[in-house]
């Protein structure tokens, strides 16, 4: 694999379910293959669980570490080409980008939507100038449109909990107070597509995703209809990406995952990446119920990120 940024990069999906399996009976068992390797971890955006199972990930491979944080202590970045340097911006991308890449052997970037141009996110231009210009692998540590460290880690965890080979899983829109990046929820969808899952989406009108992640995905407008004898519900907010591109159009908050909407599921698992909005995306009684498995889903970030760096060392 010489770059991840989605389903598309992982190759044969059984192969890579059964190397989690592998690695998580065994997660040094690949320990030397990381040794004098660097990975550099560059965070343009807040994280928790990615930071911190990246860096284990790494560790289970025997590699060193380096986290940079773009906006605490570096030099402000300008990303646009052509533009005049005149402002707060000190250094260009593209000059950062070949530097980084001087100093480790794997890089991983989050860099989230901005919401000022659809074009500008979907074309993922800062992923790709990494990609381009570092001369290193690159992996997704959550772009602008997808991530695949998520989904990988959704499905290993989906793998864990199914009780058939094709559960019902539906992918929930939630209210939100701030205007969430679909890269959540187009990652997922393209994985469960992948996994040949019977995937369903709900959502208030207005809110359809981009047909290249969903693909053949059926779109229920009644969340209470998507909702009837489902296997697993994942929940996430993301604002428009048609229309008025990254917009709020509901916060109706009956949309909330609660006990009233899980009544109807087949005893459905509750999943979501985290961080989590309580009571606004799902009650406290759904999150603490024992269907929640939103623990062991984030748990599993440090076995698909294993598997992922495996795979870019080898
Ligand atoms: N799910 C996830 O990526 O969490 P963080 O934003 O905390 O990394």
């Given at each position: 694999m010489?770059?991840f940024?989605?389903?598309?990069?992982i190759?044969?999906?059984q192969a890579?379910?059964a190397?989690?399996?592998e690695?998580?009976n065994?997660?040094f068992?690949?320990?030397?293959?990381?040794?004098?390797?660097?990975?550099?971890?560059?965070?343009?955006?807040?994280?928790?669980?990615t930071?911190?199972?990246?860096?284990?990930?790494?560790?289970?491979?025997?590699?060193?570490?380096i986290?940079?944080?773009?906006?605490?202590?570096?030099?402000?970045?300008?990303?646009?080409?052509?533009?005049?340097?005149d402002?707060?911006?000190?250094?260009?991308?593209?000059?950062?980008?070949p530097?980084?890449g001087?100093y480790c052997?794997?890089?991983?970037?989050?860099?989230?939507?901005?919401?000022e141009?659809?074009?500008?996110?979907?074309?993922?231009?800062?992923?790709n100038?990494?990609?381009?210009y570092?001369?290193?692998?690159?992996?997704?540590?959550?772009a602008?449109?997808?991530?695949p460290l998520?989904?990988?880690?959704?499905?290993?965890?989906?793998?864990?909990?199914?009780?058939?080979?094709?559960?019902?899983?539906?992918?929930?829109?939630?209210?939100?107070?701030?205007?969430?990046?679909?890269?959540?929820p187009?990652?997922?969808?393209?994985?469960?597509?992948?996994?040949?899952?019977?995937?369903?989406?709900?959502?208030?009108?207005?809110?359809?995703l981009?047909k290249?992640?969903?693909?053949?995905?059926?779109?229920e407008?009644?969340q209470?209809?998507?909702?009837?004898?489902?296997?697993?519900?994942?929940?996430?907010?993301?604002?428009?990406?048609?229309?008025?591109?990254?917009?709020?159009?509901?916060?109706?908050r009956s949309?909330?995952?609660?006990?009233?909407?899980?009544?109807?599921?087949?005893?459905?698992?509750?999943?979501?990446?985290?961080p989590?909005?309580?009571?606004m995306?799902?009650?406290?009684?759904?999150?603490?119920?024992?269907?929640?498995?939103?623990?062991?889903?984030?748990a599993?970030?440090?076995?698909?990120?294993?598997?992922?760096?495996?795979?870019l060392?080898g």
């Open positions: 010489k770059h940024t989605s389903v598309h990069d190759g044969n999906l890579a379910l190397e989690a399996v690695i998580k065994d997660r068992k690949y320990v030397e293959l990381g040794r004098n390797k660097t990975l550099l971890m560059v965070f343009f955006n807040s994280s928790l669980r930071r911190l199972s990246t860096q284990k990930a790494a560790m289970n491979l025997g590699m060193n570490v986290v940079l944080d773009i906006n605490q202590g570096a030099w402000k970045l300008e990303t646009e080409r052509g533009v005049v340097m402002g707060d911006k000190s250094e260009h991308i593209l000059e950062a980008i530097v980084m001087c052997d794997v890089i991983g970037v989050r860099s989230f939507a901005r919401f141009s659809r074009e500008f996110d979907y074309q993922e231009t800062i992923l100038q990494f990609i381009q570092s001369g290193r692998p690159v992996f997704s540590m959550e602008a449109t997808g991530h998520q989904s990988f880690a959704d499905l290993i965890t989906i793998e864990e909990y199914k009780k058939t080979a094709r559960p019902k899983v539906v992918l929930t829109w939630a209210p939100h107070p701030k205007p969430l990046p679909q890269a959540v187009n990652s997922f969808a393209e994985w469960m597509n992948a996994a040949g899952y019977d995937l369903v989406i709900t959502h208030p009108e207005g809110y359809e981009d290249k992640f969903t693909g053949n995905a059926p779109i407008y009644d209470m209809k998507a909702f009837a004898g489902a296997d697993f519900v994942y929940a996430k907010s993301w604002a428009a990406y048609e229309g008025d591109y990254g917009g709020i159009l509901s916060t109706d949309w909330t995952v609660s006990d009233r909407q899980m009544a109807v599921t087949n005893n459905a698992y509750f999943m979501h990446c985290l989590v909005r309580r009571n995306i799902v009650t406290d009684e759904v999150i603490e119920s024992p269907q929640s498995i939103v623990i062991p889903e984030a599993n970030r440090e076995i698909s990120a294993t598997v992922v760096l495996k795979h060392l």
